[in-house]
């Protein structure tokens, strides 16, 4: 490709004002990916590494799914945000990216029944909406991913994992973040309350549309109470079937928790796109979120398989006030520049995307020169 030579900005370069007072230089956010080389669930110096390649002036990023307890785990070495060791592991991390003038949301998460006995503090069930399982999962290098039998978890105590997410986000704040996404998506514990193959009870977290986006909603008020609306994000994937977690009325599904997002008035909501489809050869995105982008009040992300024409398709449009990239991201440290000069892009490897190596397949995606 030729690089770009119009001097206006292409619209993923311009600038943005996220809430009341968080200005961004440019549209590009950096989705959050599980990246596996935090040792023992601290993240690592090598972290303070590649996040600051991949912070701008201007910019945001947000980090990989970071656990909020020791029940929230079901990956090796991903990080925590639940003990003052990780907390201090991750200042260093904040420090690298607001050396670089970006902003930086910390994801919190709970695996729920994605894990299994290993993961868990004493040999225990791993916990969910559910005792329905996992099935096995293909993993990305072709061996097979199993699960142990979950927990339904009891409605009294469904409180203390709300609790969880409440003092997670407080510790994130307290290690220097900007603010918390809330991980409500990709088939893990939040989604499995919200989805109803997954949800199968008859209490009042289960059943209906409205019971079953209870807990959800409950994490957003504590989060939002203990460190403000205005540092609280949250991620919803209402049309994707990861881990076995899928709805029979994902639309129906998406709106509601749109529209009652609203009551909190919380910073920005982050929707991951239908799968892509193959259309003359090329895979399109599907542009199925507008209206969830037109019920909710607060900023819109997008994400799921955008490039820079698709990007700026959706900001000009205003389908979209910002794009969220995930594997162009890892694979681009400098994805911004790249998009705004039209250059080429590295490709991502597959193979290396959870290896614990600190540096290959993590820090040592070139720049452009």
């Known amino acids: 490709m030729e690089p770009q030579t119009d001097?206006?900005?292409?619209?993923?370069?311009?600038?943005?004002?996220?809430?009341?007072?968080?200005?961004?230089?440019h549209r590009v956010v950096l989705a959050p990916l599980t990246r596996q080389r935090s040792y023992g669930n601290v993240p690592q110096p090598h972290a303070a590494v590649y996040y600051g390649q991949r912070a701008t002036p201007g910019g945001m990023l947000i980090t990989e799914a970071t656990?909020?307890?020791?029940?929230?785990?079901?990956?090796?070495?991903?990080?925590g945000v639940w003990t003052a060791e990780q907390v201090e592991a991750w200042?260093?991390?904040?420090?690298?990216?607001?050396?670089?003038?970006?902003?930086?949301?910390?994801?919190?998460?709970?695996?729920?029944?994605?894990?299994?006995?290993?993961?868990?503090p004493g040999g225990a069930a791993p916990v969910s909406s559910t005792q329905r399982m996992v099935g096995p999962q293909v993993r990305h290098d072709g061996t097979t991913e199993e699960f142990s039998p979950p927990r339904r978890l009891a409605a009294e105590e469904i409180p203390m994992f709300v609790d969880d997410f409440r003092k997670a986000a407080r510790n994130a704040i307290n290690a220097g973040f900007d603010g918390v996404e809330i991980?409500?998506?990709?088939?893990?514990?939040?989604?499995?309350?919200?989805?109803?193959?997954?949800?199968?009870?008859?209490?009042?977290?289960?059943?209906?549309?409205e019971n079953r986006c209870r807990f959800a909603l409950e994490v957003v008020a504590a989060v939002a109470k203990e460190v403000g609306a205005h540092r609280v994000g949250i991620r919803l994937s209402?049309?994707?079937?990861?881990?076995?977690?899928?709805?029979?009325?994902?639309?129906?599904?998406?709106l509601h928790m749109a529209t009652k997002l609203n009551d909190h008035n919380i910073l920005y909501l982050h929707m991951i796109e239908p799968r892509m489809a193959l259309v003359d050869g090329r895979r399109e995105v599907p542009h199925r979120l507008l209206p969830y982008r037109e019920a909710f009040k607060g900023t819109f992300i997008a994400n799921g398989g955008y490039d820079r024409e698709e990007g700026d398709r959706a900001v000009v449009s205003g389908y979209a006030d910002l794009v969220s990239f995930g594997r162009l991201f890892l694979a681009n440290p400098d994805l911004p520049k790249r998009l705004e000069l039209n250059a080429p892009l590295n490709k991502y490897n597959r193979l290396t995307f959870y290896i614990s190596d600190p540096v290959v397949g993590y820090t040592d995606y070139p720049f452009l020169p």
């Open 238 to 254: 209402p049309f994707m079937d990861y881990m076995d977690c899928h709805d029979s009325d994902p639309h129906a599904l998406g």
């Open 91 to 120: 200042r260093p991390v904040v420090d690298a990216v607001h050396a670089k003038g970006a902003l930086f949301f910390c994801q919190l998460w709970h695996v729920g029944r994605v894990s299994s006995y290993g993961f868990q």
């Open 183 to 209: 991980h409500g998506g990709n088939g893990y514990l939040i989604e499995q309350f919200l989805k109803d193959s997954a949800n199968d009870r008859d209490d009042g977290y289960g059943g209906s549309l």
């Open 7 to 25: 001097s206006k900005p292409i619209p993923l370069m311009t600038p943005y004002k996220m809430g009341s007072s968080l200005d961004l230089a």
């Open 67 to 79: 656990g909020v307890s020791d029940t929230a785990q079901g990956y090796t070495d991903t990080p």
